[in-house]
């Protein structure tokens, strides 16, 4: 038996690493702050958009800056650092899933007016890693773009695959976007909506993502069968063929199923 000593001191190094662990979440919060639209931040906004002290925001960006993440352009402000290039860079060479699917570069390249994207699930987030190919239209798909979880066969080939507490955790959280995604508006409708895409082995859809578009996506798998993302193709929506969507179906089945294969002799 711990002696209350004992008993003690476990629990002030458990207070101890929860303080630090959530130290670290909230410093590297900041970072989430950087989009597109802000890509510049003061210390000042800072603290306004995450509630911090201005001490608290001033250590934070001084220790992300001195580890590269952030780099000051001016006195008190800062834009994404150069370890991040570094990282993404890193990343393009690296990532598994990435270099599985250059394995069909040449093949998926080869399309005409049809871009390709594999993307990965990250959390509740799915993200494009990489795309070929193109539908000569601006599309919102590029390298990093995080997609509606909810939305697009890129995201509901995914979806579809998820163990059963996974998506319960998900439609208690995001039930009125389930709602507008026309998924179902109770648990009961959810399932059976993405049931019907397991049983296919794809997903497809018109305009939900992009207008003038439609999606068809397969999921990819890891060695221990779980989904981690999913190759689509996006194509003009006048190109949308009742009577061929089966076999293009097929293909993208077969194509992911490759990448699935690459995929786990990388990790191996």
Not at 109 to 118: E, H, M, P, R, Y
Not at 153 to 159: E, R, V
Not at 164 to 184: D, H, P, T
């Amino acid at each position: 038996m711990n002696s209350p000593n004992t008993q003690d001191v476990t629990g002030s190094n458990t207070t101890q690493t929860n303080s630090k662990t959530s130290s670290l979440e909230r410093m590297l919060s900041v970072l989430d702050l950087f989009t597109e639209e802000a890509t510049v931040w003061s210390v000042e906004g800072i603290c306004d958009a995450m509630g911090y002290t201005r001490s608290t925001a001033y250590r934070y960006t001084k220790e992300l800056a001195d580890a590269g993440l952030l780099f000051q352009v001016e006195q008190g402000r800062y834009t994404l650092g150069a370890r991040i290039i570094q990282w993404d860079r890193q990343l393009r060479l690296s990532d598994p899933l990435v270099r599985a699917a250059k394995l069909l570069e040449p093949e998926l390249s080869a399309s005409v007016n049809v871009a390709w994207l594999i993307c990965g699930l990250f959390k509740d987030q799915v993200i494009c890693v990489e795309q070929f190919g193109g539908v000569g239209r601006q599309v919102s798909y590029s390298r990093g773009t995080p997609r509606p979880l909810l939305k697009g066969a890129t995201s509901k080939a995914i979806l579809a695959f998820l163990p059963n507490r996974q998506l319960m955790q998900i439609f208690v959280n995001y039930s009125e976007e389930i709602k507008s995604a026309n998924l179902g508006s109770n648990w009961d409708e959810f399932k059976k909506s993405l049931r019907v895409i397991r049983q296919k082995g794809y997903a497809v859809t018109k305009a939900e993502v992009d207008e003038g578009v439609f999606g068809l996506a397969a999921p990819i798998f890891n060695p221990d069968g779980k989904v981690i993302g999913s190759l689509s193709s996006v194509q003009p929506i006048e190109d949308y063929d009742d009577t061929g969507i089966a076999a293009e179906a097929e293909r993208i089945i077969g194509l992911a199923y490759r990448i699935s294969r690459e995929y786990e002799r990388l990790v191996r």
